[in-house]
């Protein structure tokens, strides 16, 4: 069991930055998600935590201990790869009973370790079989089964279901999940899927361009993004966004859209010139009596809902409506949002502005 914290952590190669000073916290016994889009710098952040990577600047704090120019072999966690390298000369027994051996225990301590991870992990009965003739799933049972026999401190893993097709990889994450919640050892978690993120993780870090852009439990993060990027990546459809110009006071609760007055969290922030209006799909109502109107261009059937893509004068914006909910390709509608849902950004950087919704999750971030 450990907590595992970086700071300020920064990775160079030549002269491409990869990695920007990056600091959050993995408290211990967490399932903490490394998200974001390909190339944002998720597996270089993991291999530094590692120590398969050395930072260019900036510390890895495992147990309060700084082990950032250390190499893996003294810092006592596990890494597991998408590709699991299995020694195929070994039957499954053996590959699980190796890093037990090459330290040095006794075989019977060793038979009994074996036989319990085999037991959580659902794998007894194929102990004695070759592991070439393994389905993918077992395979991923096997590696998982070796990492967890000589209990490391921490468990990192680099995108460990992206082989896997989607029906096989739904059900391995909730036995990965169900894992960790047995064992309690702390694991990081590195996806590209948001929604992986959102279901398996206690927190998250969201990155972008090799920088953190929010960090915390993903409730907090879908319903209170701290930047229209988090606000995008997360939640599907994503978060609409309707640009526009004037600007909010400092504690108004109001804007003004195509001239239409909209309730919205009272602002801590305020801030002249170019901001968006986000709001998510499932926060749109149809209204007959409000006057900020949209004119419907699709519809998307979803059996126990539909998602509804309206042209409006600020942009387009999709709504998530019931299916029993008629409406019509062409038809202009009144669009209602619950101001409390809102989120407003600075339309230059992207930022969300501090608000009396948002301000404890922000402060967290
Ligand atoms: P992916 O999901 O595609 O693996 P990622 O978020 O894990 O993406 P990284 O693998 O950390 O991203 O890579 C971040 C950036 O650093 C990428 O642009 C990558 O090309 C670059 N990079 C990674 N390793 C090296 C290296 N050894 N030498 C040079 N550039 C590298």
């Given amino acids: 069991m450990a907590q595992i914290r970086i ?50 600047s900036g510390e890895v704090y495992i147990d309060g201990q700084e082990v950032g120019q250390k190499p893996a072999s003294q810092r006592d966690i596990a890494f597991v790869f998408q590709m699991f390298a299995l020694y195929p000369h070994m039957n499954v027994r053996k590959n699980i009973s190796y890093p037990l ?14 036989h319990e991870i085999a037991e959580i992990l659902g794998i007894t009965a194929l102990l004695d079989n070759s592991v070439g003739g393994l389905s993918g799933g077992d395979r991923q049972r096997v590696a998982l089964a070796r990492a967890i026999v000589r209990e490391p401190k921490a468990f990192l893993m680099d995108e460990p279901l992206g082989a896997l097709d989607a029906e ?11 894992l960790h919640d047995r064992m309690g050892a702390t694991t990081v978690y590195v ?22 852009e929010q960090f915390g439990v993903p409730q907090d993060i879908y319903d209170w993004p701290a930047t229209k990027f988090v606000a995008e990546f997360i939640g599907s459809p994503p978060m609409n966004f309707l640009d526009f110009n004037g600007g909010i006071g400092a504690g108004a609760d109001t804007v003004v859209l195509d001239g239409i007055t909209m309730q919205v ?15 998510r799909p499932e926060h749109v109502r149809l ?42 390709v ?8 619950d101001p409390r849902t809102v989120t407003i950004f600075n339309g230059t950087t992207g930022k969300a502005l501090r608000s009396a919704a948002n301000e404890g999750v922000l402060a967290h971030g």
């Fill in 101 to 114: 051996v090459s330290q040095g225990m006794k075989r019977a301590q060793v038979a009994a370790k074996v």
């Fill in 287 to 328: 209204d007959d009596s409000a006057p900020y109107r949209g004119r419907v261009r699709a519809t998307e059937y979803l059996g126990t809902t539909q998602i509804v893509t309206f042209d409006t004068a600020n942009g387009q914006i999709k709504a998530r409506l019931a299916s029993g909910d008629h409406v019509s």
């Fill in 191 to 212: 996806t590209h899927d948001q929604l992986e993120a959102m279901q398996m993780g206690d927190k998250i870090v969201v990155m972008n361009h090799g920088s953190v």
């Fill in 168 to 178: 096989f990889r739904e059900r391995m994450s909730e036995e990965l999940r169900a």
């Fill in 7 to 56: 700071a300020n952590l920064r990775k160079d190669f030549g002269a491409f930055n990869a990695v920007k000073s990056s600091t959050f916290t993995v408290e211990d016994g967490e399932f903490f998600m490394l998200l974001g889009p390909s190339g944002c710098g998720k597996t270089t952040t993991l291999r530094m935590m590692a120590g398969l990577e050395l930072p260019t």
């Fill in 330 to 337: 062409g038809d202009t509608i009144g669009l209602a949002f």
């Fill in 265 to 279: 969290p009272q602002s801590r922030d305020g801030l002249s010139g170019a901001l968006t209006f986000g709001v």
